[in-house]
Structures are given as structure tokens and as C-alpha cells.
């Protein structure tokens, strides 16, 4: 496959502190790569790394083949970038957000398809800083895709949006991914990265513990299927615990989830369906659990990402 | 290029801002209008200078005292004192914006009226100057009335007039320049210091750092639409003068360069201070505290030559003396002043030289 992107050693350094140590990764044409990770784990500094506009302290990145330092002119007119907390021009209207970023390129998309695509036609005329924050969000893909670029570098693009307007974030990027372009993600959202990476690396501070396919690497760290049992009376759970263990289910182990209930984790959907089936004769409540990319992480960081970004 | 994608830009932006609208063009508009009411039309002095060359050591004759004492008690005269070394003509025209004129008693003044010979007294003013014919009619009353007292046999005294050759100046025609050029410094500094840390606090800049646009690109785009706005203001200042006070100076090459220097050394200003400073609130408060003691020092509003030697030295530091100083005399009287020209290029090449210097197109 052709690497369009290569990272060998990259490390970044503020003074004492490396943020960045020692990552090496290489991103496919065509596919959606992701970093994830929790606040301050080096996310941002990888990714403006490789967008030209902060420069590494060690290491080799090439973009497109070019120099990250030596050679940023040639690699900036074949990106797109959604900046961090991006905000656009708040004064100008959506359409012409779209057509000044545009007129800073040798050559651009036709910006009325590229809003009709995105449904953001309806509301060309209105002022960036009147619209909601999914559509903002949507504007400044727009802005980000206008030169037609070969990668699409997105920081965290669904930060600090509601459920909605995450929900339609990722289906613009949906379309984004299904167009064949080359797509950099960085994100602390879980979901956001299992619904459209294809390969993830995942970063705590500054250092890379795996990256890979994200069905690999779920097979690998995920852990096995859980089905927990939802039950906030203890003694009501040790009840349960007790007539589960006299059904001597294989390979089955007791979890130590006070919260959720009691959860019992099991290999293989095999035996998830034979303890599901003697759930529901004695009539218990519970809900199965595949193992997911969190559990990845929960594995590699022993932690969780919280909605804000922190590992907890 | 990309610099032109950028002036449009930053004009559009600019455009869509009412605020900014009203304090780049409408409100310095206001203020000619303003103080072309206050000022123009009124008044603005009619102070008269004596050079009484008819003396005894420093006492003067007898009649030229009461010649110099008939003027003194018109009502509409204020009489002031000119010594005999001073050559009249060239205090006229050191005096631009003071609309001063010299009475000249001559020597012989006493002895030539009590011989009974005729006695020359000239009254020198600026040509155009629109309170002239005034306080020449006024020190002909007072020498015909003279003429009557002291000799009742016929009129000894002649006032005749003379004007040196500046045209007319008037306190618009002061004003125009001087609010012309602290505009241009306020836009410059405060807008462009507040926009700049504003697109940096957004995230804005870092989505243009990304396209293939350089600092210098960005730099010069900021600069080209500063000199667009400034002349976009000057023409509208203009054109207002013109309607409500016949203000009838029109735009040379001398004053194009001053207004386009300008625009360039305070655009500089203000991006050194937006990007140096990356707090909204802090680098508006900065560029406050630099842009108003700047104007109302820099003799925008007043003559610096009314000011105490201290500030006087303080305003010749400053960069918006040269520029308003440097234009009043383009647009006034169609002069190309090199001293004040010097000033306002060397503070652009050192306000543009920091700012590409303080202008970070990577965010380390």
C-alpha cells in the first residue's frame, strides 16, 4: 500500500517536558487513521507536527513524501486541516467562509456542491456565528475539504458538540471516508474512533502503546464478552452470584463491577449464549457487552477517558 | 501570491463589523463635523500685532503711543506686541495656523504727521485670510478718526495692506489632516491589534498557517488593507469637508505617500501588539493605552507648539507627530516636508521589521 504518511522516532520536547517521545507510525492512502488518547497525552502535537505548523524536535516525518520542516509549501497545498476548537470567521456568512479559505489555494472544489453535499446550502447566507454547533462544525470540514486535498487532518472535531450534532458530525464524516480520502484523526471519543477509523494508535502520554486495526487490537486487549447483571441490592447480588456459580458455567469468572451490577466475563459468544439462556429462565435483568476499543485502552492505559477528556 | 485572498478577506471581515465601520469611517467623520462646526466657521481670533518702529530707545513717540492706544481700545482688536527685529512678513508665515497680522507703525511715524506729511501704516495679513478685510477696516477707523483729532485739515495717515503669499488656511483645513492621521493611526493599532489576537485566540490562525499562505503574505495583506482603508477615509473625510465647510484641498502625491506610509507604520504597530500579546482583552488594552495618549499628544487635536517643552518633546517622539505634521503640509499648502516624511518611514520599516519578526507561523 502506498504510505502517504511516515513517522519514525518523532519526539517533541517543551523545555523539560517531552510531550511527544519517540512515536513511529506510518498512515495508508485511502484510509482513516486515529490517534486516541486522553488530554495532554500528545494528540495535537503529533498531528500540527504533521500539519506543518509546529516543528518537531527529533525524528523523521514526511507527509506526501515532502519534509515536514524543509518542504511545508508543497505538503500545505495537499492538506486540509480542522484545526482544534476552530472557530471561523463569525462575521462572514457560511458561503463565504468557505470561498476566502478556498481563494487561499492554486485551485478549489465547486463550493456550491461542496455545501449542498454537506446541507449547508440552505444556509449559506447565515453568519458563521449565528449558526448551531454542528453545523459550525460541519462549515469548518467544509473549509478543511475545499482545496480537494489528499489528507484530511481533523483535531478532535466533535469536542464540546452535543449528542445531536456529534451524531451529525460523524455522519458528514462518514461521507468524507466513503469519498476515498486519506483521513487523520485525533479524538478522546471511543466511539467516534471504532465508528469510523480504520486503524488506531493509541497515545498516554506522549508514548505509543499499540497501534494497529482496531478489530486487532480489540481481539487482542478487549477482554472477553460481559454480561452484567444490573442490581443495586448486594445482598440480592450475592443471591445471584451463588445460584450462577452452582451453574457452573465454563470458563466464566465473576467481575468486580459494584456499580453496574455483577458482571460476568466470558471468551466466546458460545458461552455468552449459554449464560444469557439460564439468565432468562431464572427471569434476571442483564445486558451483554462486547469487548470494545475502551476496553483496549482500559487495558494498555488502566484508565478510562471521561467525556472531558481526562483518564480516570 | 496569496495576499490578495488575504485583503479581501480581512475586508470583508472588516465590513461585516458595524462597530468597526463606525469608529474607522463614520465616527472620524463625526468629529470634522464636529469640530468643523465649533471651529470652522467661527471667529478665531482677531489678534493684531504692533511693530511700533517709532520709538524713543524702548519707549514710543507720543502719537505712536496713542495710535497704538486708539487700536487697543477698539473692541474688536487684541493688540499684542511685535519687536523691531523681527522681519513681519516672515512672522506672518511662521504663524500658519494662527491667522495673525502684523500693523507696522514706521519710523518717522511723529515727525512726518506733525510736519504735516503723509504717514504709511501697513497692515500685513495672510492673503485669504477671511478675518483680514475686518481688522483692516477696523485700523482704518481708528486711523481716520486719528486723522480727524490730530489735524482736522485733512488725512495724514494712509493704511495700506500687504499679504505675504500662503494661501488661505483655515482651522478645517487644520483639522482634516490631523483627525485624517490619527485615524489612520487608531485603525491601524487598535483594530488591527484586537483583530490579530482575536483570529489567534479563535484558532483562525492556525487554519491559515495551514493553507499555503506565508507570514509575509499575511503580513502584507493586513498592510494592503490598512492602506486601502485609509485612503477609503480619507476620501470619505474629504468629501464631507467639502460639502459642509468648502474645505477645497484635494489628495497630491505628497499626501498619498504620507497616507499610505502611515497606514503601513500603524498596521505594523498593531500587528506587532496582536501578536506579541496573545490575549484579546490584553492586546486591546495595549493598543489603548499606546493609540490615545498618541493622539491626543501628537498635536492631532492642538497645535504641539501650545503644548510645555516637556510634552513637546514627548510628541516629537512619536510617530503620529510626523504623520499628521507631515500631511497637514502636503494637503495644506502642496509641500513635501523631508523631516516629517523621515519620521513616519523610519517607524514603518521598524514597526514592520518587529512584527515579521514577532509573527510566528509555526505555534511553538
Redesign the interface.
Known amino acids: 500500500m502506498d504510505k502517504i504518511i511516515e513517522v519514525k522516532n518523532l519526539v517533541k520536547k517543551y523545555g523539560d517536558f517531552t510531550a511527544v517521545n519517540g512515536l513511529t507510525f506510518d498512515v495508508y492512502r485511502g484510509e482513516t487513521f486515529s490517534i486516541i488518547g486522553p488530554n495532554g497525552s500528545g494528540k495535537t502535537t503529533t498531528v500540527e507536527i504533521l500539519e506543518c505548523i509546529r516543528a518537531p524536535t527529533s525524528g523523521e516525518v514526511k507527509v506526501l513524501g515532502y519534509d515536514v520542516v524543509k518542504e511545508d509549501k508543497k505538503i500545505k497545498k495537499r492538506i486540509g486541516v480542522l484545526p482544534q476548537d476552530f472557530d471561523a470567521f463569525d462575521r462572514l456568512t457560511v458561503e463565504e467562509n468557505v470561498r476566502v479559505i478556498g481563494e487561499m489555494y492554486d485551485s478549489s472544489l465547486e463550493v456550491r456542491e461542496l455545501l449542498e453535499e454537506f446541507g449547508l446550502w440552505e444556509v449559506r447566507k447565515r453568519k458563521y456565528g449565528k449558526l448551531s454547533g454542528g453545523q459550525k462544525r460541519k462549515v469548518g470540514i467544509c473549509m478543511a475539504i475545499v482545496n480537494d486535498p489528499e489528507i484530511v487532518f481533523l483535531d478532535e472535531p466533535t469536542t464540546g458538540l452535543d449528542p445531536k450534532a456529534r451524531e451529525e458530525c460523524w455522519s458528514v464524516l462518514e461521507k468524507l471516508k466513503d469519498s476515498g480520502k486519506t483521513i487523520f484523526l485525533t479524538s478522546h471519543y471511543m466511539e467516534e474512533v471504532e465508528r469510523l477509523g480504520d486503524r488506531v494508535s493509541i497515545l498516554y502520554r506522549g508514548k505509543m502503546l499499540d497501534v494497529g486495526d482496531i478489530e486487532d487490537l480489540v481481539s487482542r486487549y478487549g477482554g472477553g464478552i460481559k454480561i452484567v447483571i444490573k442490581a443495586k441490592d448486594l445482598k440480592y447480588i450475592k443471591a445471584m452470584v451463588d445460584t450462577l456459580g452452582e451453574m457452573s458455567v465454563d470458563n466464566g469468572r465473576v467481575g468486580a463491577g459494584r456499580r453496574e451490577g455483577v458482571t460476568f466475563i466470558v471468551e466466546s459468544k458460545e458461552e455468552a449464549l449459554e449464560l444469557a439462556s439460564k439468565l432468562i429462565d431464572i427471569g434476571v435483568e442483564f445486558e451483554i457487552k462486547e469487548p470494545s476499543l475502551e476496553d483496549v485502552f482500559l487495558h494498555l492505559a488502566e484508565g478510562v477517558i471521561n467525556e472531558r477528556g481526562e483518564l480516570v | 501570491m496569496?495576499v490578495f485572498?488575504?485583503t479581501?478577506?480581512l475586508l470583508?471581515?472588516w465590513m461585516?463589523?458595524k462597530s468597526g465601520v463606525f469608529f474607522t469611517v463614520l465616527f472620524p467623520i463625526m468629529l470634522i463635523l464636529i469640530f468643523g462646526s465649533i471651529f470652522g466657521q467661527s471667529k478665531m481670533s482677531y489678534t493684531v500685532y504692533i511693530q511700533n518702529k517709532d520709538a524713543f530707545g524702548r519707549n514710543p513717540t507720543k502719537l505712536a503711543k496713542e495710535f497704538i492706544d486708539a487700536l487697543n481700545n477698539t473692541t474688536i482688536l487684541k493688540i499684542k506686541k511685535l519687536d523691531v527685529l523681527t522681519n513681519p512678513k516672515d512672522f506672518v508665515k511662521d504663524h500658519l495656523f494662527r491667522n495673525c497680522r502684523v500693523i507696522v507703525i514706521p519710523r518717522g511715524f511723529q515727525d512726518n504727521i506733525l510736519r504735516g506729511k503723509e504717514v504709511d501704516v501697513e497692515v500685513i495679513g495672510r492673503k485669504g485670510d477671511p478675518y483680514f478685510p475686518l481688522v483692516k477696516e477696523a485700523v482704518e477707523t481708528v486711523a481716520c478718526n486719528f486723522n480727524l483729532r490730530i489735524s482736522r485739515s485733512g488725512e495724514v495717515i494712509n493704511v495700506s495692506s500687504s499679504f505675504t503669499t500662503e494661501k488661505k488656511v483655515t482651522t478645517i483645513d487644520y483639522y482634516v489632516p490631523s483627525i485624517l492621521a490619527a485615524f489612520i493611526m487608531v485603525n491601524g493599532v487598535i483594530s488591527v491589534a484586537s483583530s490579530t489576537a482575536e483570529f489567534r485566540s479563535?484558532?483562525?490562525m492556525?487554519?491559515?498557517?495551514?493553507?499555503?499562505?506565508?507570514k509575509y503574505e499575511w503580513i502584507a495583506g493586513n498592510l494592503l488593507q490598512q492602506v486601502l482603508l485609509a485612503f477609503l477615509l480619507t476620501l470619505a473625510m474629504i468629501g464631507v469637508a467639502k460639502a459642509a465647510f468648502n474645505f477645497n484641498r484635494f489628495l497630491d502625491c505628497y499626501s498619498i505617500l504620507f497616507i499610505a506610509v502611515g497606514a503601513v507604520a500603524f498596521c505594523a504597530l498593531g500587528l506587532l501588539i496582536g501578536n506579541a500579546v496573545g490575549d484579546v482583552e490584553a492586546a486591546s488594552g495595549m493598543a489603548n493605552a499606546i493609540a490615545f495618549p498618541m493622539m491626543f499628544l501628537s498635536g492631532a487635536f492642538w497645535p504641539v507648539e501650545l503644548m510645555p517643552k516637556e510634552l513637546q518633546f514627548i510628541a516629537k517622539i512619536m510617530p503620529l507627530y510626523y504623520l499628521q505634521n507631515g500631511l497637514r503640509i502636503a494637503m495644506v499648502y502642496g509641500k513635501f516636508n523631508s523631516t516629517s516624511f523621515a519620521g513616519i518611514l523610519v517607524s514603518a520599516i521598524v514597526f514592520v521589521a518587529a512584527a515579521v519578526s514577532v509573527t510566528k507561523?509555526?505555534?511553538?
Open positions: 496569496k485572498p488575504v479581501k478577506l470583508k471581515n461585516r463589523n479563535k484558532g483562525v492556525k487554519k491559515v498557517m495551514t493553507a499555503p499562505v506565508s507561523w509555526r505555534v511553538d
